[in-house]
């Protein structure tokens, strides 16, 4: 008997998957080397932002606070002028 068919059907995927070997020594071995490194970058964040902390006293502060109203003050005349004119 002859099937006739309107639409093809699709055929399940196959995937050729092909599973890794798991070695626990060498998965913890990474995991304790992360964790060393983790830790050593995290002391050297930690007392980075202590040093810049420390370094930026209240002259460093009222200078940077000068500026910007400064470039503040510049473009707000620029955009007067180009309003205006």
Known sequence: MLRFRLFKLPRAKSYNYIPVYY??????????????????????????????????????????NIRLLVIIIILSALALYFLYY
């Open 23 to 64: 070695d626990e020594r060498k998965k913890q071995l990474e995991k304790k080397i992360c964790e060393q490194i983790s830790d050593n970058y995290e002391n050297r964040i930690k007392g980075s932002f202590r040093r810049s902390s420390k370094l930026k006293s209240k002259s460093e502060a009222i200078k940077s």
